[in-house]
């Protein structure tokens, strides 16, 4: 049998009961080859050559087959990219060498003498370096032997690191195999884990809707991510890795740095693109601006340059003192933190609603940007950190990262300003304000304006009520022009409105005009999702519309019996009672309900239930929900989900480690989904 995955794409593959051990071996092997090497033309070479259909095919026949040859199993399988198993802690690891840092400075004088003494040792007159960013981000190691995954470690002391196989196997930038090229017969790598700043973002915003601390910065979030002892935690999340150094090699050799990083790629291991050679300190230093601008620009951090001799055989001799070697520098670039003065403390209204502090600062440049406010997060940080009007600060921006006040220097004058507190009030809109873990939000959820954009746009969003063509463009025009403050506005609009918009024509008006009119009669969970309340995401609302049927129901409520629901817990019972009873809110829905807009109770919509009549069981670990979770979804949308296989089963979904479930569900010929194909079907 000879099968090549990486270009014969087979859409049907041989009955796996028939294959013989040896038949599975191969197949297993090409297979993993191949999803490797497609990894590989997506991650580092930016090419993906089949689609992800395609893709997903090869790793499901891999996941089946090590299901139905459990000996074929492997530490180094790409199945083990969707995580494995949790750990109780982190294992030492040494490493295969002591991974070096490196000496750096910020000072230009410094690096004029690391150049100098260069030459002064090497005796050469001119020698080539390779310039390289610096990036901020968690120095790992990686070993392969024979070009397969063995393990990869925290730097740690630079002796000893933490194993953090696992996690590491869950990037998609990490190869668990290694290009076939030449490949040497052991490598160890050392190499950056970070996280990119837009993934940054999305995380921290993620963090502080559930209530959580954001991460400070890029770094700290991928450091704290990256040593999860979870390793389904880690997996999915916005990693990746850039490889730039050999920490040892068995098996081949290189002579230049330069030709190292050449090689790089074509494993498989991904290097920067930035990776420059250069001869003089005045390169470097052109080197150096041109980063230290480009730096805003990328969507990683980097906190300097590093320059690095090329030739090894140069290196060598040099060695290394006190754990840096002598033959690299790190020429970091200016501070990007000043000392400033608080000229006010503000509060901010975000577009959920959460009330953030913010410092108004004597304007200051920063790294060539003129910085006037800086975060404060929330009120137990400026307790935390005691500031007050008058005080001199020390302010950060790292990235495009907003900027932060971090510290306090010294407290000038005399008296003292008062202690900061929040306000009782929402400064925008003069409703009350509740707190909810360490962030205050405005109570007025639908009639704030801080909040009308944000609100209205994901009212209309797809999976909520879904009104094409409502998008936040249109709806800031429609703020700004004071035609619209509340979800409940939308529906006084007319064609005419429209038209006074920008880009609108009488087809799109009338086209917008309908689709408005057309959402008024609105399931009750989708409904419950549109309201934006706080904690209640679409799986919530689901689970709440099915318990309640109506939307009157779940209003008179007690948060007790809200709190009885299944996967619904006090955080969550709480936020729900809160929002039903703030006036402005009950306002804005007494006014959807005179627009004529019709919340439709579950029961009356039961023909619409795309899963009505479905039986479901499911067998194994679902990646993304727990049980409980997949079962409410499909009960949700009107099917039933029940535990065991009999003719009368509809559905058999599979997770990881499928039980005899999975045997009897093909003995009554059932069909058989993997959470991906389950997921299509939730969104029908
Ligand atoms: S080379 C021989 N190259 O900086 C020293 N390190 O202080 C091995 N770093 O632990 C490192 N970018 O985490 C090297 N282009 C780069 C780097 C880099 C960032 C980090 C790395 C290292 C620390 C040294």
Known sequence: MEIDFKRNLLSTFQDKEKLTPEEAHEE??????????????????NQPAISDAAYDRLFQRLRELEEAFPELQSAASPTRRVGAPPLEKLRKMKHTAPMLSLNASRDEEEVKRFDEFIHRSTG???????????????????????????????????????????????????????????????????????????GFFQINKDRIEKGEKPFANPRNAAAGIVRLLDPKKVAGKPLSIVFYEIIRIEGKKFTSHWETLKKFPQWGLRTDLHNERCTSFKEMKKYHEKLSSLRYDLDYEIDGIVVKLDDYKLRAALGTRQRSPRWAFAWKFPPQEEITTVEDIVIQVGRTGILTPVALLQPVDVGGVTISRATLHNEEEVFRKDIRVGDTVKVVRAGDVIPEVIERIERTGKRKAERFSMPEKCPVCGSGVYKEGAYYFCTADLSCPAQQVGRIVHYASRRAVNIDGLGEKTVKQLVEKDMVHTIADLYRLSVEDFLTLEGFAEKLAKKLYRAIQSSKKIRLDRFLFALGVHHVGEHVAQVLAQKYRSLNALWNASQEDVEKTEGVGPEIARSIRHFFEQKENVRVLEQLRKAGVEVLDMPAFEKGL???????????????????????????????????????????????????????????????????????????
């Open 28 to 45: 297993v092997e090409a297979l993993r080859d191949a999803i490797e090497y497609h990894n590989y033309l997506y991650y580092v070479k």
């Open 124 to 198: 050469m007159q001119k020698v080539i370096y390779v310039v390289e960013p610096k990036f901020d981000g968690l120095s790992v190691e990686i070993v392969y032997k024979d070009g397969v995954f063995q393990y990869g470690a925290t730097r740690g002391d630079g002796e000893t690191g933490e194993d953090i196989s696992e996690n590491l196997k869950t990037i998609g930038t990490v190869p668990l195999r290694l290009q076939k090229d030449d490949i040497p017969s052991f490598i160890s790598v050392h190499g950056e884990v970070f996280m990119s700043k837009k």
């Open 610 to 684: 795309p899963l009505k009549g479905k039986t479901f069981v499911f067998t194994g670990t679902l990646e993304k929900y727990t049980r409980d979770e997949a079962e409410r979804k499909v009960e949700a949308l009107g099917g039933e989900a029940v535990s065991s296989v009999s003719g009368k089963t509809d559905f058999l979904v599979t997770g990881e480690n499928p039980g005899s479930k999975l045997k009897d569900a093909r003995k009554h010929g059932i069909k058989i989904l993997d959470e991906k194909e389950f997921e299509e079907l939730l969104k029908k």
